[in-house]
């Protein structure tokens, strides 16, 4: 009799430590959703209460379209699509209409999605006449053997999927431009979110097309650069997925691409571990692989999420130079949304319906 209690206590030590929090199944029921929209420079200081208004009123509008569709049902890849789309129709943020301008004065647009139940994945990058990056990245992983499209290519699937093409000027913001011509005068790549030095000099004269004129030049008047979007979700069938939207770096040349297209660095799901969607600068996160990282240390170590990111962003990222954020989210609905810079546009809402939209440190 004793032998037989020392056995099954031992069976359920064993299965106790083989069951690491990223291995422990899924609790049905908690649909969650977390979004960024870039961190960078974004202090009190830098902020108005119309433009803090403003941003909240569309973070909070993604969060309530992506929370919608999950509580009907949808599936986590649909919300996180969903949701992207209204922060890629806003002139507010670095993807879609309000992405940064080149070196050469063009709009370039990366995006991807992932899909954590099976390892899925759809990217594009450097397109410049595709107004929803992130749906024709879904194409890509939904529709065609591939992970990732580039460029004129990319663009001539978008047409065949009967995506929406449109007249590169749709992206033009007088504020994004105002950057570029700043970027330009200093002549340095920027952080899309991060402040210019102050320069006594005037911005140059814009040469593009007219602004589009709705928040954009009162909102930026000061010229602040905020960012990339993202989305990280849960669904009611416990499938975890990720998605990430920007126009990359003010001033970026030679068909730069940073890590939001990048699989594994700004963007990454898996159901045994997490959802990850990043935001920074992007050459720091591809070199190390924040959001497979994140992944696998809670796959190979047992990390927590809120350990797995806080190690990544707040320790490796830091020593390493680079700066920005993540958001993360693992099966059971717990996340973590570190990031080592000054703030970060950043919401979520939960199964019961509530939410919280977050943009400073404090
Ligand atoms: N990570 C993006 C890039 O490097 C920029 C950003 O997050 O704002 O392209």
């Not at 790549?189 to 954009?216: I, M, W, Y």
Request: charged content about 20%.
């Amino acid at each position: 009799m004793k032998r037989i209690l020392t056995l099954l206590l031992a069976l359920l030590t064993f299965s106790a430590v083989a069951q690491t929090p990223s291995q422990a199944p899924a609790q049905p029921g908690r649909i969650t959703l977390v979004i960024h929209g870039g961190a960078g420079t974004i202090t009190r200081k830098n902020m108005t209460p119309e433009k803090e208004l403003a941003y909240r009123e569309v973070l909070n509008k993604a969060l309530q379209t992506g929370y919608g569709i999950l509580k009907k049902g949808g599936t986590s890849l649909d919300a996180i699509e969903a949701t992207i789309r209204v922060m890629e129709d806003s002139p507010l943020f670095n993807a879609g209409k309000g992405a940064v301008f080149t070196h050469e004065g063009k709009n370039e647009l990366d995006a991807s999605i992932m899909d954590g139940s099976n390892l899925k994945a759809g990217a594009i990058a450097g397109v410049t006449n595709i107004r929803n990056p992130i749906s024709t990245a879904r194409r890509v992983m939904d529709k065609s053997e591939h992970v990732m499209m580039m460029g004129v290519g990319a663009e001539a699937f978008a047409k065949s999927q009967n995506m929406e093409i449109v007249e590169p000027g749709y992206f033009y913001t007088e504020s994004r431009w105002q950057g570029l011509q700043r970027a330009l005068q200093e002549e340095k790549v920027q952080l899309d979110h991060t402040a210019p030095a102050k320069t006594e000099t005037a911005p140059l004269k814009p040469t593009g097309p007219k602004s589009g004129g709705l928040l954009d030049d009162k909102i930026f008047n000061e010229g602040k650069k905020y960012g990339t979007v993202g989305c990280v979700a849960l669904d009611q069938y416990g499938n975890l997925a990720a998605g990430t939207s920007t126009g990359g770096m003010t001033n970026k040349r030679y068909g730069r691409v940073g890590d939001a297209p990048i699989i594994g660095a700004g963007t990454y799901a898996n159901n045994a571990t997490c959802a990850v969607s990043a935001t920074g600068h992007g050459e720091f996160f591809i070199r190390s692989v924040v959001g497979y990282d994140i992944s696998a240390l809670m796959e190979y170590k047992g990390l927590s999420v809120k350990q797995a990111a806080d190690e990544v962003v707040m320790k490796k990222l830091v020593q390493r130079g680079g700066e920005g954020g993540v958001i993360a989210l693992d099966r059971n609905g717990n996340f973590a949304m570190p990031f080592n810079s000054e703030g970060m546009y950043r919401g979520y809402i939960r199964d019961n319906g509530t939410s919280e939209v977050l943009i400073y440190k404090d």
